[in-house]
Structure formats: C-alpha cells, structure tokens
C-alpha cells in the first residue's frame, strides 16, 4: 500500500534521487541538495506551527510505499506566493483595433505582465515515479493535499492556483521561451528553470514590462500559449474536475496555464468531513475515496470506504496505514 505524508528530514537523500529524474518543465523540482535540505526544513517548521495564520511556508508531502520503505513521489502547497520576491505571470488580455475608414476591427490577444507580492496558495512540485503510475496512485498524491488544507483552513488563501506545465519537446526545448524569453534573458530554457528556483531577482531586472502583441510571435510559439505537455493532460483534467478554472493567465518561461479555484469550493475541500472509525473490515464498495488521518499526525491513503452516516468502515489496510483505533476520526473525501 502507499501513503503520503509529512516530509522529515530523513528523506532528503532519497526524495533529491526522485526528483532528479524530473523533467526540465517541472521547474520548481529544478533544484539543488542544498536547496531541497532548506526547503524541508521549512516544510518541517510550518508542518509544526501552532499558529494558523498564513506565512508563505512550503509544505513538502512524499510518498512511500510500505512494503518497501521507498519513497516514489512527492507534492507541495506553498501557503501563499509572492513575499519579498513577486509570483509572475503573463495576463491574456484584448485589445481592440479598429478603423472605421477602412472597415477594419480586430481583437487582438496581448500578454500583461502580472506581479503578485502577497498572492494566493499555490500547489505544485508534484512528481511520481513512473513504474507506479496508475491505480488511483497519482490522485492519492494530488488529492491529499486537499485534505490537509480542510484540516487546516486558516493557513491558506482564499484562492488557490496551480501553474500546469507547458509545451516542451524532447529536447527540452520550449517554443514560447525561444520566442520570447530568449532574447531578453540570452540563456537556455534549462538554465532559465534551474536560476529561478536560486532567485527571481533577474526576472524583475530583465523581463520586458511592457504589453507583448500575441500576432508578433512564430506560430509554433503562439500555438502552444495556454496549453499544456502531453504528460501533464491528466493533472490538468483532475484539477478541472476538482473545479479549478482556466481564466487567461500563462507562465512567463513556457507559456503553460495557470489555473484558479476558490479554495473553499475545490471538490476535495468542500465534500470532506470527519467520520468516526466504527469498524474495520472488508468493504464491498467500488467507489474509491482519499482517507486522511486529521490534525498534526497527518497521514492519507487511497481505497474503498463504506459510510453510514457520521460513521465509516476502513478495510485493515487502510486503518493500519492511517494508525489509527476504533473511535479515532478519519476525514474522507470521494475521488
């Protein structure tokens, strides 16, 4: 079976061995030993945290197998983005031109540049590993994070994002990033990924802050605008279904969707409750549900739950995996 959980210190050799096989595109994965070992020591602390109030900390989640001990994925909340550092990103916008004279009038789509310095929770750095791919495994990933954030309301913004990763080829080569970035930064797109991760100091200093005409870029780089890798259709379609949206807004490096929801209102969020532990048994049922273990001791799991009212049945599996007894609460959300 497979868990997620809080990240501790042990598990930076092994979670920096997983996330070097990430792809160039997963640019918040893009990072050194050293970056990694600060980042879980931050994710340690606000794990910690008595208070609820926000602090624009990282919450870092791996998953292990159990039967092995490895751990084979990882994903991320970041409370809040922005701080002393802005959260960029490219607004599509119309623009209108029109003569009257030559009865001409265009809509044109035009790329603002957006800076954010106290902005909404975001999620990301999620990666796993491929030879588990499949049976529920990357919801059980994605979705628990959900859960902890119903657990924990007050440590996170009104509004969430997710910044979906764009059209790269096998080469790691972007067509939004050659048409545009390249000739401001004069750095490969590989590079570019790996320096924001350091800092975003060179954004601020270099990132053209006038509007971009859309009609001015090549074709292949316009074609890939708001759109995602081919890896990345699933991760999009479940957060879709979750109740994230779309609205316009694109990475200023690859040009991949920057998706929003009301934090309140994502699926996962607003249909999980705290049930009590009646018995643990076998379950007939077919419908899968991430079954979280509530409060400081956070603990999730994926299976088939049977609910009776404020009443559940886990299967031993899963009650093992979560540590808990009967009569302990389990929050449950429905996949």
Known sequence: MLRVRPAVDADLDPLYELILRSDDGLTSLKITRDQLQDRL?????????????????????VMEDLESGKVVGTSSIYSKVGGYEPFYAYKIEKSIHESKELGVYREIDVLHL???????????????SPEYW?????????????????????????????????VIDRQGRSPF???????????????????????????????PTHPIYLPLLPQDAREVVGQVHQDTRPALAMLQKQG??????????????????????????AQSRRYSLVRTAAVESQTLHVAARPGSQYLAVIGRVEIHGD?????????????????????????
């Open 114 to 128: 957006n800076k954010e310095h106290d902005g909404p929770t975001e999620i990301g750095s999620l990666f796993l």
């Open 311 to 335: 009443e559940v049945t886990l299967s031993p599996e899963m009650a093992d995996a979560l540590n808990l007894r009967i009569g302990d609460l389990v929050r449950i959300a429905p996949v």
């Open 41 to 61: 020591e931050n994710s340690t602390f606000a794990f910690r945290r008595l208070s609820q109030k926000r602090a624009g900390l990282p919450y870092v989640f």
């Open 244 to 269: 994230f949206t779309y609205q316009g807004f694109v990475d200023i490096f690859d040009g991949g969707p920057v998706v929003h929801a009301k934090t309140a209102e994502i699926a996962s969020i």
């Open 177 to 207: 990033w050659d048409a545009l970035g390249r000739h401001f930064f004069q750095i490969a797109f590989p590079r570019a990924v790996m320096l924001l991760t350091v800092s975003k100091n060179f954004v601020a200093d270099l990132m």
């Open 134 to 166: 499949g049976k529920g495994n990357g919801k059980l990933l994605s979705l628990s994070r959900f859960l902890y954030m119903a657990e924990f309301p007050d440590r996170f913004d009104a509004i969430t994002i997710a910044e979906m990763r764009g």
